[in-house]
């Protein structure tokens, strides 16, 4: 089935627009956890795998999918890499779509290694192996053009994989690139909209969506408005909502009538909802994956109000 197809029937399923970035840091993981292992890459790493499985135990039924961001893994090496691979394993033993949230974007050959490391496969004499084979989507910047896309592209038609491209970032300094003002009196971001709308075309699935998507920030609600008129075949992938400042009604501009169009993504605020104040008296450090599981159903029943409106 068609990769944009299969997250919607997860949403649909789930009821709930929700993809929970997992961007382990140390100092997030609960002390309950941290102190069986040792306190070196290899330790820390089993820390974060056995902080991410209670995660997804606690969410796999009402959240669909998850969003594991690289860096947090390669900046504990080759075990790190181990954390993230089994990871996205595990979310996917439960069921969940699993986005890698790497931001990958070079010239043509590299994206193309790029590309068969983390949708295709490499070929090794006259094998081609899966390397990380249980990942459905993948981040990429097209800053360089659509040389650096099309190999991602190809893939996605190839193995029913899909990318998400970034398009109008929630960083705050975003717009220093993706606001400035083309010839034509377009921005540079409502510009790469419509080149994504323009390379997903032929891999639109039976909801009219394609699996070329775009990520398009949670923290500019007038822009995001903007993009989903520009590119109403394009799903979003929307970053910023609670930690960062996104609200829910901001984010309803990015969804269609019929309650589809994206998936917002929540890092800090699941994964150290256990520190919230709202959480922490109901349950202890040892119960943190019951409090991801509070915060989850009341996102869900938030950006759900905002928007069914």
């Given amino acids: 089935m068609n990769a944009i197809d299969n997250l919607i029937e997860k949403i649909k399923e789930t009821n709930s627009p929700i993809v929970m970035g997992l961007d382990p840091r140390y100092e997030m993981i609960p002390e309950i956890v941290r102190k069986k292992y040792t306190n070196d890459l290899e330790g820390i790493s089993k820390a974060i795998l056995e902080y991410n499985k209670e995660l997804i135990d606690n969410t796999y039924d009402?959240?669909?999918?998850?969003?594991?961001?690289?860096?947090?893994?390669?900046?504990?090496?080759?075990?790190?890499?181990?954390?993230?691979?089994?990871?996205?394993?595990?979310?996917?033993?439960?069921?969940m779509i699993v986005i890698a949230d790497a931001k990958r974007g070079?010239?043509?050959?590299?994206?193309?290694?790029?590309?068969?490391?983390?949708?295709?496969?490499?070929?090794?004499?006259?094998?081609?192996?899966?390397?990380?084979?249980?990942?459905?989507?993948?981040?990429?910047?097209?800053?360089?053009?659509?040389?650096?896309?099309?190999?991602?592209?190809?893939?996605?038609i190839k193995y029913d994989k899909g990318i998400f491209v970034l398009v109008k970032t929630s960083n705050p300094s975003s717009g220093e690139l993706q606001d400035l003002k083309l010839e034509n009196g377009q921005t540079v971001y409502e510009h790469v909209a419509e080149l994504v709308e323009e390379w997903?075309?032929?891999?639109?699935?039976?909801?009219?969506?394609?699996?070329?998507a775009a990520v398009v920030g949670a923290t500019y609600p007038k822009q995001l408005e903007e993009i989903r008129k520009k590119a109403p075949h394009t799903y979003f992938l929307i970053p910023g909502y609670g930690a960062q400042g996104g609200k829910a009604e901001d984010i309803a501009l990015g969804f269609e009538a019929n309650g589809l169009g994206g998936i917002v993504n929540a890092s800090r605020s699941l994964m150290c909802a256990y520190k919230a104040e709202?959480?922490?008296?109901?349950?202890s450090e040892e119960e943190y994956g019951k409090a991801t599981r509070a915060e989850a159903i009341k996102m869900k029943d938030e950006l759900n109000r905002a928007i069914n409106k």
């Fill in 62 to 95: 009402i959240i669909p999918a998850i969003k594991p961001q690289l860096a947090f893994y390669e900046m504990f090496g080759i075990e790190g890499m181990k954390a993230f691979k089994e990871t996205c394993e595990y979310a996917k033993e439960k069921g």
């Fill in 106 to 156: 070079d010239i043509g050959s590299t994206a193309k290694g790029y590309s068969n490391a983390y949708l295709g496969k490499t070929t090794i004499g006259k094998e081609e192996i899966e390397v990380f084979k249980n990942i459905d989507f993948l981040t990429v910047n097209p800053y360089m053009g659509v040389d650096s896309i099309k190999p991602f592209i190809e893939d996605c």
């Fill in 200 to 212: 997903g075309k032929e891999i639109r699935g039976k909801y009219n969506y394609s699996s070329v």
């Fill in 278 to 283: 709202e959480w922490k008296e109901k349950y």
